[in-house]
């Protein structure tokens, strides 16, 4: 590494290193002037929209006070205490979901007969809309919360099937072979060979149902609970209390992205532990 080092000073302008580092140092220059962008539009159609006549109630939208909104509600203990409600509901019906559809997917994706015996009905049913389903959960549970728990393993449990069962089919099939031919049984290849293989489909499927299920949240939130990001939306309107509202919409923006890049961070590790 130092001859290469030494090499690179002589015949480039950066080092590696160095070139990580300005890459790295580009993207946060580039996603600040992202959010500037946006934060100037935002101010710009605010201001049309919101001044004018019989418009001045919902200045609340505009940045500046939703930016004022958003600290003070970084201080309220009720907003963590709904954040946290809100977290458990995705991870448990995620987990449910997961739990029911990455065997599935692992079915569909090695035995091609059950793939087609399952297309039609999977095809069928991930068209239907999650919150579709919400006068159904009513009816069955009997509690809001398992019926919150159905609408988003409703919602998340498709991409999971579906990311998981594509990263089987594209498991390279000369490993199967070679398994085979030294006597692997279906449950060593699905064990060793298959699972490995295709577990970067697998987290990118966690990271779809994850956005899947923050957008679900909110709605199935409306249901009648006392805690949780939605629950805190709809008490903002009903008080007309925009700021705040605006500024809860913001902070599920700012969860869900960093939510997001979790999942992406432990993709990239474990892709470059796998390699």
Do not use: C, H
């Not at 002037?33 to 919902?58: D, S, T």
């Amino acid at each position: 590494m130092n001859f290469v080092n030494k090499y690179l000073k002589k015949n480039t302008k950066y080092t590696f290193f160095q070139i990580d580092e300005k890459r790295r140092a580009d993207r946060i220059y580039i996603g600040a002037m992202g959010i500037f962008l946006f934060v100037l539009l935002w101010a710009i159609g605010g201001y049309f929209v919101f001044n004018r006549p019989g418009f001045e109630q919902f200045s609340g939208f505009l940045p500046l006070p939703t930016i004022k909104a958003f600290f003070l509600l970084t201080k309220d203990p009720d907003f963590w205490l709904s954040v946290l409600a809100s977290l458990r509901r995705v991870i448990v019906g995620i987990l449910i979901a997961f739990m029911i559809g990455f065997p599935v997917g692992i079915l569909i994706g090695f035995y091609s007969k059950f793939r087609i015996i399952t297309y039609p009905p999977i095809q069928l049913l991930r068209m239907i809309s999650p919150l579709s389903w919400m006068p159904i959960a009513l009816l069955i549970f009997a509690s809001f919360e398992g019926a919150i728990y159905f609408l988003i393993t409703m919602a998340t449990i498709w991409p999971i099937i579906l990311n998981t069962s594509l990263g089987v089919m594209r498991v390279n099939p000369r490993w199967i072979m070679m398994a085979k031919n030294q006597g692997a049984k279906d449950s060593q290849l699905v064990s060793k060979i298959i699972i490995p293989a295709s577990f970067p489909y697998i987290l990118t499927s966690l990271r779809m149902a994850l956005g899947v299920a923050w957008i679900v949240l909110v709605p199935a939130e409306f249901l009648g609970v006392s805690s949780g990001l939605g629950y805190i939306i709809n008490d903002a309107r009903d008080t007309m209390e925009y700021d705040r509202l605006m500024a809860i919409v913001v902070a599920i923006g700012i969860l869900g992205f960093f939510l997001d890049g979790s999942i992406q961070f432990v993709r990239k590790y474990l892709n470059w532990t796998w390699k």
